[in-house]
């Protein structure tokens, strides 16, 4: 089909999509600014400048995944794995594991929230006996985001989504492996890249600022003219 379409020389064929491509890559270095406490979106950004292009990353389940799958450019075949359809809250950290087991040529990052890092956080114990070195990421908001964020828009209040965590860079020290907590926005690249590079299993957390959410879903609805 695309041999008869290059044959044919539909020039709509070939430009339809480019001010779409322009407008995605617009939104996304928007949220390269240095924000006062880092968001999800921002986390993501610095992430992708540390990571190469064939790296994997495993998302799981949450607000971090909207995000994810708006706004990570992939580069390679196979590099981004997103748990849709059921959406199983927790796959990321086994996910991680198998992604390395599987890869192990390549470095693997696994990025979760708080609320779904610990459904499966006991996996830890499982991937320092087997030797599995990869990178867990925790976007923290102390709260199940996602339901919070569709609890905001819809009800204007969120109810029952709130957690009390515990300190995941010492809940990583008692699995012994490293754990990492950037306290400044200007860190986050620098701790994100050291934790890679080192091809370790280790943690690292960030405490993100949740408000982005809503913000997107007022700049979408404004864009969609949802409600008008």
Request: a positive charge.
């Amino acid at each position: 089909m695309l041999r008869i379409l290059e044959e044919q020389e539909i020039k709509p064929f070939k430009t339809w999509y480019t001010h779409i491509k322009d407008a995605i890559e617009s939104d996304i270095a928007s949220y390269e600014k240095l924000p006062k406490k880092p968001t999800i979106p921002f986390v993501l950004h610095q992430l992708r400048k540390a990571m190469h292009d064939d790296d994997v990353i495993l998302s799981d389940v949450g607000s971090h995944k909207m995000w994810i799958g708006r706004n990570f450019p992939v580069y390679e075949p196979g590099t981004c794995i997103i748990s849709n359809g059921l959406a199983s809250m927790g796959i990321a950290l086994p996910g991680g594991m198998a992604a390395k087991l599987a890869r192990p040529d390549v470095r693997v990052v696994s990025v979760m929230g708080d609320g779904g890092f610990l459904m499966n956080s006991q996996e830890i114990e499982t991937a320092k006996r087997m030797k599995v070195p990869f990178t867990i990421v925790i976007v923290n908001d102390n709260d199940y985001g996602l339901i919070s964020w569709k609890q905001n828009s819809h009800r204007g209040r969120a109810v029952g989504t709130k957690l009390g965590n515990p300190d995941f860079v010492k809940y990583a020290e008692s699995f012994g492996i490293k754990g990492y907590k950037p306290e400044r926005s200007e860190d986050v690249f620098k701790i994100l890249k050291k934790a890679i590079d080192s091809n370790e299993l280790c943690l690292v957390v960030i405490d993100v600022d949740a408000s982005e959410n809503l913000k997107l879903s007022a700049k979408l609805g404004k864009n969609l003219k949802i409600g008008k």
